[in-house]
């Protein structure tokens, strides 16, 4: 009876190595092959861990062509690991087509809990945690926006990747769209040395990073829209 491999989907810290788990070193030791975002990024810590295997880069560039050679290993029986650069695959990085084209050709998937940026920032930000909405890369250019417009009227909390580049743009959009005064958090290389968290209104955070340095990658968590006066008057009319 022929037996297909398995799909593992392993994250990897954002910063601090000692989030590795222990299950995550496991599988990456025991499966056949490991798929890398980035080959030279991994390397550092596939050595760190004494993970001794074969790597292939599995990008953003390349994964729908790829996919169609790791479809054919799974099938032979081989099991394989993705991991991206940081963070849990699949989330703002490559790994959701390759899950649902192994889902497509009944392969078993199976994702390993672990680091994953927006979680902790989330949680530290102080706002509203028991709903959220996780946009991650806002569009460059086409859509953008639109995509803020509508987020205006968002009432659960937001939460934004940004690269160092775009962030004092996106928060000068932010103040736009959202109002000078939504209150918003900002967390840069979380679980590193230099970790930080900057929380108070839009205008008072883009104040603090256009005098500061501006490195790593970011998470913006942004509170919901304030409900209407309008929506509470018909509320309280219901009740």
Known sequence: MKTTGKLYLVPTPIGNLEDMTFRAINVLKEVDLILAEDTRTSAPLLKHFGIDKKVYAHHQHNEH?????IIKFLEQGQQIALISDAGTPAISDPGFFLVREALKHG???????????FVPALVNSGLPSDQFVFEGFLPVKKGRQTRLKKLAEEDRTMIFYESPHRLLKTLSEFAAFFGTERQISVSRELSKL????????????????ENNILKGEFVICVAGAPETPK????????K
């Open 107 to 117: 392969i078993e998937v199976c994702c390993l809990p672990g680091a994953t940026a």
């Open 65 to 69: 062509k790829a996919s169609t050679e």
């Open 231 to 238: 929506v509470k008057e018909k509320f309280y009319k219901e």
């Open 194 to 209: 230099y970790e930080e968290n900057v929380r108070g209104t839009v205008l008072d955070v883009k104040s603090h990073f």
